[in-house]
């Protein structure tokens, strides 16, 4: 897979790379290993659909987590 493309809107270098994410569920935070294509100047990343399994893994733990 590439390492760098470019935000097909902003033009902006977007690179590959794994960040930390916060989601919340019903008052409940967790921090996970989020992998996407990032810019340079914050965490507001672009996701792939296997990007997103990650993502819906991490929210299903939580969810359990808070719901027992």
Known sequence: ME????DIITGERLLRDVREV???YQGHSKIF?????????????TFTDEDMKTYDRALN???AETDN
């Open 3 to 6: 390492n760098e493309k470019y």
């Open 22 to 24: 916060t989601i919340t």
């Open 33 to 45: 290993p989020m992998p996407g294509w990032y810019p340079d100047n914050n965490n507001e990343g």
């Open 61 to 63: 733990q939580l969810k």
